[in-house]
């Protein structure tokens, strides 16, 4: 059975994983897991991302994605380095999911998810309403590994 | 006919239900099937109370993942047998078959059958190595598991 | 009041994670994740491994430590390479953990884990038959509790 919400999540659910850079510049890698609860009234993702060298986390979030009575998709999103936040579905073409909302010190937070092939593209970008003092842009690129033994495996 | 770990996904979820335990008494089941190991791995947590929750009559954890050789076994843990391997035994579609014994000697056979869209028909016994001779058709714990549903409002 | 496993193993509880040599030179990151399951009658030991740069899998993992009548460790493990196996512990130091047991092929698993330091330690090896080669290379990893995030100052936006 499936729901307007697993609808546009099915072919994300799973674990992701891959290169990410924050706006800080600092690059890790980045795992990202996607689940369905409660027979896909809620989609859950957790996203870790750890540094290379040391395996050190230095990013971590959880977001639940719901529908809103609009249809429209409504994230309640917790991020370490950031705090609780609600994003809002902001209009987008069609195979991409933006969303934006403020986050607690005065940013604007917005994040983008785009299915391409086997990729998942993630970029967030936070703002400040005040010209200039936009962070970069944060880009990852992840792929799924639970469809196939990696490249890695022996 | 040989399983894949794809094969169960579909379970990925939580289950109860109340059925009967191998001894006769009522008891309340919930079992969470999660996707593990990337996704390789089918893990699951059961869990058989009395309709109270107030005794956990019997607790399993297992990951069910393939061998190298590419056959399916699982390996877990039992608040009653301690741990285990199971074999997962050739069936139909839509049925996962386990059996094994444990470090004791007693044999286990634990089978999940979706015989319906958002059903599983769960069975399990086990038997003490020196009750060898007992029939497979002994008692044993049955229950209909349903998906755990949210509650919604009963509509006009 | 803490099981007799958790006495002992409750301070390994979390996620681990750091570098990792495999006995064919590979190089990789490895993660651990221990959790207490039933009240601490048991620990299940998650494992996974990552090329560290794209995060492909190398290796995957699952175990259950718990104790047998004797108060040893016997850990039954399945990981990917190597299949299923019952591991029981090996008489070492009070700080070390040490099992072994059989594996598919004739072949013999020896692992060795230690906590110094909020360090974790592992090696292990597979050789063949009865009499485990000692010269056999081993897979090495030194992990550190992936604990709350240190963030230092001017790293947060």
Known sequence: ?????????????????GPNELET???????????????GEVVQ????????????????GTGLFALGPDGRIIENLYVERFGFCRLDETEDEPDVLALRGDLPDG???SVSLRLEADELLLTSQLKSGVVGMDLPRTVARLRRYDRQRGEGAK | MSRRVADYLSWVGVWAG?????????????????????????QMHFEAWDTEFKTLYHGVRAVLAPAPSGVLRALGYSTIHGPL????TPD?????????????????????????????????FWRSADKSAQAEDGPRMTCRLKPATPWSPPRA | MPTRLIKRFGDWLGTWRGTCEFSDGRAGLMQFRLTSVFNGEAIQVDTASYIPESGAPMTRGSGFFSLDRQGRVVNNIYADYLGFAVLVETPDDPEVLSLEGGLPGNMTLTV???????????????????????????????MKRVGPIQRPKGDAP
């Open chain 2, 18 to 42: 109340v059925g009967d335990t191998q001894a006769g008494q009522q008891t309340a089941i919930r079992t969470d099937f999660v996707a593990g190991l990337d996704g390789t791995s089918l």
């Open chain 2, 92 to 124: 139909d579609e839509g049925v996962m078959a386990l059996a094994g014994d444990s470090r004791a000697n007693n044999h286990l056979s634990v089978t999940f059958v979706q015989d319906a869209p958002g059903e599983l028909l769960f069975t399990a």
């Open chain 1, 25 to 39: 510049g600092r690059r890790g890698l980045m795992e990202m897991h996607f689940q369905s609860h409660f027979e």
């Open chain 3, 112 to 142: 060795t884990m230690s906590v110094a330091n909020d360090l974790m330690t592992l090696s292990s090896r597979v050789g063949e038959g009865y009499k485990s080669a000692p010269g056999r290379p081993r897979t090495y990893t030194q």
């Open chain 1, 1 to 17: 059975m499936t729901t307007p919400l697993l609808s546009r999540f099915q072919p994300m659910l799973g674990f992701w994983r």
């Open chain 1, 107 to 109: 940013f604007t937070m």
């Open chain 2, 85 to 88: 391997i199971l074999e997962l």
């Open chain 1, 45 to 60: 993702l957790d996203a870790h991302t750890w540094d290379i060298a040391t395996g050190e986390t230095f990013s971590a």
